[in-house]
């Protein structure tokens, strides 16, 4: 059974533009990557964990938030080292990129210095216009973009 991630794809409209959150990895190995880098808040989770109850857990811990309102199924999407993500697309206008704060993990950083450091899980966080989002989120990721969008489109 491949590894599971879930997470959340929350989204707003700021006047006509569809806008998505997103968050960067923490850490020294993603520190100067920028786009194609971004992705959903998300973790991995194990069954018979509820997968969008493993969602929320993961987005509270990599942002401080919690989300609450409709949570609409997006299809599982299956990366390309074979993880397969779940994600649900909820409203949510009133997140705040700056006021984020996230778990952390432990590194050895340098390598091979012995020392470990702790590294926030995510960052930073940010709203992008749905074009934007394109260009930032891991492309492994985009068929949940084009989902939400087309969904949006039809209601």
């Known amino acids: 059974m491949p590894i599971q991630s879930a997470g959340l794809l929350p989204y707003r409209h700021v006047g ?12 020294p190995f993603w520190a100067k990557k920028d786009d194609g880098a971004w992705s959903i808040p998300k973790g991995e989770f194990t069954p018979p ?11 509270t811990e990599e942002t401080g938030f919690t989300v609450a309102g409709d949570f609409y199924p997006l299809r599982p999407v299956k990366q390309p080292g074979g993880k397969l993500i779940h994600a649900w697309a909820v409203p949510a206008c ?13 590194l050895e950083w340098p390598p091979r210095s012995g020392k470990s450091r702790a590294f926030p899980e995510v960052d930073r966080a940010d709203w992008f216009p749905l074009s934007q989002a394109r260009v930032k989120i891991l492309k492994g990721q985009l068929p949940f973009l084009d989902e939400l969008q087309q969904k949006l489109t039809r209601a």
């Open 16 to 27: 006509a533009t569809l806008e998505v959150f997103l968050v960067h990895p923490g850490g």
């Open 49 to 59: 964990e509820d997968p969008l109850h493993a969602a929320q857990r993961e987005f």
């Open 94 to 106: 009133d997140l705040d990129p700056s006021a984020i704060r996230s778990n952390t993990f432990s």
